[in-house]
C-alpha cells in the first residue's frame, strides 16, 4: 500500500462532484455568493478569468465587422409582449423595476416610492429594445447588414443558483445582427458558431460538440438555436454558447423593415448571439482536478508565477535582482500571440503556503528560485499538469529556449485530456435498455455522475423528450451539426417510430 | 462682405449651445435617447470613445496595484439605510426591483408578480454592498491595503437627462479601497486625483481644476470629495471626476474592522472614486466646433481615415492597392505609445458627403487618395483643427515622416486652445457687484452663456452658497487643491466677513 495522497480540494471529485466544484473556486478565490440570492461577487482573479475572455472574444468579434454599442438595461413592459414566444420564454423570470424613489416613513426605515406608470423590466436580453432601435435605423438594403455587440449585465431570476453557471445577474457578450436576406442571416448565425468553437477549442482548450436544439429547447422567438455543448467530468453537458436564427421573427414583432434592391418593402431577417460567465463554470468543471483550477495557458492572466525561496534575509537582493532580469527576458517571449505573462510573487508568507495558492488558481508553471538555482544556473520548473512534486530541471537559456514549447504542451495536453474524457463517455445506444443503464450508474460511488453523451435516434416527438425528462433528467442537448456523425436514418429506441439521424441525449447544467 | 460661411451643424455654438450639442451628438451619430426616458443607446462611434478612455484608464488603474473586480447590480434596501449621510443623497434618486416575475392576466397583458419580501435597489454606486463585502474580507492589517476597481452600469434617476452628461443609467469605473490609517487613505484618494488629471489632460486634451468640495457638495458620507472640473465653451463647469476620502464613516456603518500590528481592532480608512460617460459629453462639449465633434488624436478610435477619389471604375484597383500600402506603413508608426490608427473608407457614397462625416465625427486627419495623388507621389492631407478646405501637400515619405509630429502638433492645438479658453474666462473677482455682473451678460447675444469661473473669497456659510444658486444658479465647483492659486485670506464679498481663501464659482452642467 502505498502512502495516503493529500489534495488540496477536499471533497475530491470522485466523492462529491457539486461541492467540489464550490471549494474549488473557494480556493481559487474566484467568486463568492452576495447577500443578494443568486447574484454573486466576482473576486479579482475570476474577473481576470472573464477580461481575459473579453479581450480575445472581442477582438474575433471586431475582426469579423462587428461594431459595440451599449444599449439600456431597463426594457418596457410591453416590448417583452411584443413576440409571443420571446414572452413564455423571458416572463417568467425577470425583475421588475416599479418605483423610482425611497422615502424614510414614521418607522425610520426605506420604502419604495414614485411609482412608474409603466413598470420597467432588467434585461434578460436585449433583442426587442435592440429590434426597436433598429425599425428606426433600417431603412433600405443599404443599410444592411447591420452587425453590433455589447457586453453587458442581463438578469433572469434563478430558484437554484450555483456561482458561474447559473446566476441571477450574469455578465455576457449579446450579438444582434439584421440582413437582407434569410440565407446571410442564417450564415451569419453559423460563423458566429464556428468563431465561438474557434475561441472555445483555443482559449479555454474544450472540445465541443455543435448542433441545433430541438424545438423544445429553442430560444424563445428563433427559428433555429445553434449551439455548443462541452462535457464537464461528472459528464453532464454544458450549453457554453448559442446563436440563433431569427427569421423575420423579431423583425415582426418590431416592424424592422427595408426597402430592397428592387423597391419593394420587406422584413429584415435577423440574428443574435451569446456567450457568459458560464464559461468560466465550464472551465472550471472541464479542467479542475483534485487540487482546484487548472488553466490553459492561452487563458491565464498569469502563465509562469516565480517564487523566491528567501531563507535569509540578506539573500533577498539577489534573489529578486536574479528574478526581475528572468522576468525581463520571459517578457520577450511571445506564445499564441501574445507577450509571455509572468510575475513574481514576493509576499513574505511560508513558500509551501505560497506554492499551494498558485496550485489552487491553476497557473501553468511554477518557477522557484533560491540561492542553490541563482549558483548553478539551473532552474527548478514544476507545472501544473503534473503531479504536484514532480519538477524539471533546466538551465537557464534552455528554460527560455523551451518556454513557448513548454506552454504549448500544457496546452495541447489540456485540450487532448478533455478530448479523449469527450470521446470515453461518447456512445452511439440502440435499444432503450443500454440507453437506461448508461444514464442509471449501479456503481454506488458514482451516484452523481451521468453517463455522457449518447447519440441515439429520437422519432421527433415530445412523448419521447418528456418522458427522458421524467425517468431520467435527460434532455436531447443538439442535433449534432457536423453531416458526418451519425446522420443516417434509423429507428428511435423509445417508440419504434421512424428517426431522421441520431441525437446527443445528456444530463446537463 | 466675404461669402457667408457654411456650417455642418447648425444651430452654431454661440446661438443655441445646448441644442449645439444635441445636433453635434447626432450628426458624429454618437448615441440617442431610448424610449425608456433617460437611458441613452450608445452608438458605435460614442461606444468606441468609451472604450479607448476605458483601456487607458484601466491600463492606470492597474499599474497602481488595483484589482478589478465585479459586484451585482442589486443592493439590498436594508443596507442603503446604514449610512445615514448616505441615505440622504442616494435614496431619492433610485431605480427599486419589487417583483421578480411578470404575469398574464386575462387581458392578455403582463403585470408583475411575485413580489419580492425586501425589495432590490439598482446600485447608484457601491460603497454599500462592496463595504459589506470588506468586512468579510478584512481581518488584520495583513489584508491592507485592499485596492480594487470595477466597470459596471450605475442608476440615478434623473429629472431632466441630457445625453452623456446626465443620464439615469450610466457607465463608470468606481474604486473602492480600504487602509489602516487615514493619511494613507487620504493618500490613495489624492493619487487617484493625480491620476485622473493626468489621464483627462493627456487623453482628452484638457486641463482641469483640482480641489474640494465645500461640505454642501461633498458625496454622500464622505469626509472630503475631490473633484476635477472642466469649463466648456459655453463657460460652465463640468464635474468630470470625483475622489473621496471616506475617512471611517463606511467602516463603521459596514463594521469593517482589522486588528492592527499592535493587536488592537480598529475600524479601516476607506477611499472611492469614479469617472462616467460624462467625460465624453464634456469632450464634446470643451472641443467640439460649429462643424462638429474635434476629438484629440490620443483619444480618437481612429486617427487618419483615407478617403479614396475614385472617379473611374478602373481606376479603383490601383488607388485601393495605394492606400492598403500607405496604411500599412503608418501602422508600422507610433503616436503616444500606440500604433497609429488608420481606416480606409471604401463605401460607394459620394466623395463631398464622406468627407464631411469624419469631420463630423472629429476625425483628426483626413487623406484623399485619387489618380493624381498616386501619379504625383504628393499626398493631400486635411486637419481636423483647421479650416475646412485648407489643405497641406506633402509627398508620400515627407507624409510618414511627418505623421507623429502632426498628430502630436493637433493634439497639443486643442489642449492649448482649451486652456486659452480657460484661463481667459477665469477672474478674480473682489465685490459682490463684479461678481453679479460677470454671471448676468448684458449681451443679448451670449443669453445662454455663464461668465466661467470666478475665484472669490467666501465666509464658508451655507447663506452665501443659497443665496447664489437662487439669484444666479451659482455654485462653488471646488475650493483649488493647488495651494499657489488664491489661497491668501481676505473678505466675502457677498457677507463681509472674513474668508480663508478663494473658491471657485460657476454655473454647472
Ligand atoms: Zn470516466
Ligand atoms: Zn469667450
Known amino acids: 500500500m502505498s502512502p495516503k495522497k493529500e489534495y488540496a480540494i477536499s471533497p475530491k471529485r470522485s466523492e462529491d462532484f457539486p461541492e467540489w466544484y464550490q471549494q474549488v473556486i473557494a480556493a481559487a478565490d474566484l467568486a463568492e455568493n452576495s447577500e443578494v440570492r443568486g447574484c454573486m461577487i466576482i473576486k479579482p482573479w475570476g474577473y481576470a478569468l472573464w477580461e481575459r475572455i473579453q479581450k480575445q472574444l472581442d477582438l474575433r468579434i471586431k475582426q469579423t465587422g462587428h461594431k459595440n454599442v451599449y444599449f439600456p438595461l431597463f426594457i418596457p413592459l410591453e416590448y417583452l409582449q411584443k413576440e409571443a414566444e420571446h414572452v413564455e420564454g423571458f416572463a417568467k423570470e425577470c425583475a421588475v423595476v416599479t418605483h423610482h424613489k425611497l422615502e424614510k416613513r414614521a418607522d425610520g426605515k426605506l420604502y419604495p416610492a414614485s411609482p412608474l406608470t409603466e413598470p420597467l423590466v432588467i434585461r434578460p436580453t436585449s433583442e426587442t429594445i435592440i429590434g426597436a432601435a433598429f425599425s428606426r435605423w433600417i431603412q433600405s438594403y443599404r443599410d444592411l447588414p447591420l452587425l453590433i455587440n455589447q457586453w453587458a449585465n442581463v438578469v433572469r431570476w434563478e430558484m437554484r443558483p450555483r456561482l458561474f453557471l447559473r446566476t441571477t445577474e450574469f455578465l455576457w457578450q449579446e450579438g444582434h445582427t439584421a440582413h437582407a436576406n434569410p440565407e446571410e442571416a442564417r450564415q451569419e448565425a453559423l460563423s458566429i458558431l464556428n468563431l465561438y468553437e474557434e475561441f472555445i477549442r483555443s482559449y479555454l482548450a474544450l472540445p465541443v460538440v455543435v448542433g441545433e436544439k430541438p424545438e423544445s429547447e429553442k430560444f424563445p422567438g428563433a427559428d433555429t ?47 443574435s448571439w451569446g456567450v457568459s460567465t458560464r464559461l468560466i463554470g465550464t472551465l472550471i468543471m472541464a479542467h479542475g482536478d483534485d487540487n482546484g483550477l487548472v488553466l490553459p495557458p492561452t487563458l491565464s492572466p498569469l502563465q509562469v508565477v516565480i517564487l523566491p525561496l528567501i531563507k535569509k534575509e540578506e539573500e533577498k537582493p539577489t534573489i529578486l535582482e536574479f528574478a526581475e532580469k528572468l522576468i525581463n527576458q520571459m517578457e520577450k517571449l511571445e506564445f499564441a500571440g501574445e507577450k509571455i505573462r509572468v510575475e513574481i510573487d514576493k509576499r513574505e508568507i511560508g513558500g509551501g503556503i505560497k506554492s499551494w495558492e498558485w496550485i489552487k488558481k491553476g497557473v501553468p508553471l511554477r518557477i522557484e528560485i533560491g540561492p542553490q538555482e541563482i549558483s548553478s544556473g539551473i532552474l527548478t520548473i514544476k507545472r501544473r499538469d503534473k503531479e504536484v512534486k514532480e519538477k524539471e530541471k533546466l538551465d537557464l537559456q534552455q528554460f527560455l529556449d523551451k518556454l513557448p514549447f513548454l506552454l504549448s504542451e500544457i496546452q495541447q495536453g489540456i485540450y487532448s485530456r478533455a478530448e479523449s474524457f469527450l470521446k ?21 460511488s458514482d451516484k452523481e455522475i451521468g453517463g455522457g453523451f449518447a447519440y441515439a435516434h429520437w422519432d421527433g416527438s415530445r412523448e419521447v423528450e418528456e418522458k427522458l425528462k421524467e425517468d431520467l433528467k435527460i434532455t436531447i442537448r443538439c442535433i449534432p451539426y457536423k453531416s458526418s456523425y451519425g446522420d443516417e436514418p434509423g429507428i428511435c429506441p423509445f417508440s419504434g417510430n421512424p428517426s431522421k439521424r441520431r441525437v446527443i441525449f445528456a444530463k446537463a447544467y
Open 424 to 444: 470515453d463517455h461518447s456512445r452511439f445506444i440502440d435499444t432503450k435498455e443500454d440507453f437506461y443503464e448508461f444514464f442509471s450508474s449501479s456503481d454506488s
Open 225 to 271: 438555436t445553434y449551439t455548443l455543448e462541452a462535457m464537464v467530468q461528472d459528464r453532464k453537458a454544458v450549453q457554453v454558447g448559442t446563436s440563433h436564427f431569427l427569421g423575420q421573427n423579431f423583425s415582426k414583432a418590431n416592424n424592422i423593415r427595408f426597402l430592397d434592391r428592387n423597391g419593394k418593402m420587406e422584413f429584415a431577417w435577423t440574428s
